[in-house]
């Protein structure tokens, strides 16, 4: 089995340290996150990182018993980078000096200036003078440990790049990973030519290196896989296909709350294109069934999430020799991220995924994209052959049409928001706008209004449309469709849809909305 060079992100707590972990694959640099508290000595030595990157947080390292690194993490003799939190505590502990507040924090845009040093680190930096950067930080480094030199400033950081060269140690105030320091992707690319990575982490031998993972987990035992027909799901089930072929069988559960057409083009798929075992049940009557009367958003998700797991048991327990039960579980929801709140994060949604169903089953788990982010299982399914048009597709929810539409869920209103939401998406197919949202649909109102069509009174439903961007799903902005745009597709909605007699667009952004909308 291949193994790839790898570089450690201890994480003091920042916003943003997911992204240094993004732009490293971008960079195809395999790295892993791990919360400063989990990383002692005996975790450094074992997991024996090429290169280390120390994350920026919120706290302050003047204050006692504020995050360190472990002592080791010094001595290994691997590059470190630190980053504004990280600079400072790297400061710190190598014989520095960090001071809070004297007027020198710095909240936003900043211009460092260079030395008249040369430093590897800062090649393709500063051929226009000066390079625009993010600061985020109320202390600063008012003494350099002994052994570095300064390589930048900028007006509230005179230290605002530091290095020892000598030992590849390199500490820099600002966020190189956020967009706005525009070269910031340069300066990682730097630093992991410096430490010696060879750009080893591909999709290619991903692929490789997961199916051979995947047959010596699973020898000859029978797997299951739950599709939803969304993008995980679907890559996690054609991997291991490649990897075991007829040990694994597949369970579609369509609980009625899909939009038009989607069971089909599931089933066809993997049936006809893959000739995977594929189990479809069409559990739609016990579904709606249960859901009557349900107007609350978290007792439908939660509803929808027991039965969910129930009638998936019910086809499972059905195939012979299951010992392992497959996930499409990504790398950022296995991130332990530093939680400062000291408190349990509140749940605005509580998501509905099949979790607590292999204890319960006696089964085990196979996770073959736990490693990845999104736009890696993305780039690995079309190494698989996935076609483009079903890896771009927009997220879709678990609970489905059950959360746009507010209030009591009918058959009518499903039907009615099925048609109307495909109208839609045909619309923004049409006017070549699929690719540049993220998510796209349509919400029926619980709430009829009047009209009036030819010479007749009518008392229709009202729907929203719903378009917005987002990167991850945690923030979005509404999408600026133009006016033409929403009135012809609320023409056609209208016209073409018997049932809704007016359209909005919902301009929320998130936050403070959220993005379905319930
Ligand atoms: P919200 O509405 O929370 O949505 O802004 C953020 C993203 O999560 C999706 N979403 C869900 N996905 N089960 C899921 O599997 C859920 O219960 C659920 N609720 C929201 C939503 O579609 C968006 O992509």
């Known amino acids: ?89 790297m400061m710190q502990e190598l014989g520095g000096l960090v001071e809070s507040g004297h007027g020198t924090a710095e909240f936003g845009r900043a211009f460092v200036t260079p030395s008249d040093k040369k430093l590897p680190l800062l090649e393709g930096w500063f051929s226009e003078g000066t390079e625009q950067v993010w600061m985020s930080h109320g202390d600063h480094v008012s003494k350099i440990a002994p052994g570095f030199e300064v390589y930048g400033t900028s007006p509230g950081a005179p230290f605002a790049i530091t290095a020892d060269v000598s030992r590849n140690f390199y500490a820099v105030q600002f966020h190189p990973e956020v967009h706005h320091t525009p070269r910031g992707a340069k300066l990682y690319e730097n630093f992991v030519r410096l430490a010696g990575f060879t750009g080893d982490w591909t999709m290619a031998g991903y692929r490789q290196q997961a199916i051979a993972q995947i047959r010596a987990q699973v020898g000859d035992a029978h797997v299951i896989c739950g599709l939803s027909g969304g993008v995980d799901s679907s890559v996690t089930a054609i991997l291991l296909h490649e990897a ?82 497959a996930q499409g579980t990504l790398y950022p929801d296995v991130i332990e991220s530093v939680s400062f709140s ?12 099949v979790g607590g169903l292999p204890e319960k089953m006696g089964l085990k788990l196979v996770e073959p994209l736990r490693e990845l982010f999104k736009d890696e299982v993305r780039a690995l399914g079309r190494e698989l052959g996935l076609p483009d048009s079903f890896i771009g597709r927009h997220p879709f929810p678990g609970p489905g049409l059950a959360i746009r539409c507010p209030g009591e869920i009918t058959r009518e209103k499903l039907e009615i928001l099925r048609k109307a939401d495909a109208v839609y998406i045909d619309q923004i197919r049409k006017h070549g706008l699929y690719d540049e949202i993220w998510q796209a649909f349509v919400a029926i109102l619980p709430v009829r209004t009047v009209g009036v069509m030819g010479d007749g009174r009518t008392y229709d439903y009202a729907c929203a449309l719903r378009a917005v961007t987002s990167v991850d799903g945690m923030t979005a902005d509404y999408y600026p469709f ?20 007016r359209v909005t667009y919902d301009i929320t952004s998130k936050p403070p909305g959220t993005i379905e909308w319930e």
């Open 482 to 501: 133009s006016h033409e745009f929403l009135g012809e597709t609320a023409t056609r909605i209208i016209n073409e849809v018997k049932g809704i007699n």
């Open 1 to 89: 089995m291949t193994q790839h060079q790898r570089l450690l992100i201890i994480d003091f707590g920042s916003q943003v340290t997911q992204l240094i972990a993004r732009r490293l694959r971008e960079l195809n640099v395999y790295c892993e996150i791990h919360p400063y508290q989990n990383v002692t000595d005996a975790f450094l030595a074992d997991f024996a990182p090429q290169a280390i990157i120390f994350s920026g947080g919120p706290d302050s390292v003047t204050r006692e018993g504020s995050p360190r690194p472990p002592a080791s993490a010094f001595t290994l003799g691997v590059p470190i980078l630190g980053i504004c939190y990280g600079q400072q505590v």
């Open 244 to 325: 075991i072929g007829e040990q694994l069988t597949c369970v579609f559960v369509d609980h009625g709350l899909l939009r038009l057409g989607e069971a089909e083009q599931v089933v066809s798929m993997f049936r006809d294109n893959y000739n995977i075992k594929l189990i479809a049940a069409d559990e739609s009557d016990l579904f709606l069934g249960a859901l009557e009367g349900v107007s609350d958003p978290e007792v439908k998700r939660k509803t929808i999430g027991k039965l969910f797991i129930d009638v998936f048991q019910k086809y499972a327990n059905e195939i012979e020799n299951a010992e392992f039960l």
């Open 342 to 353: 000291g408190g349990p994060s509140v749940t605005i949604k509580s998501h509905h995924n």
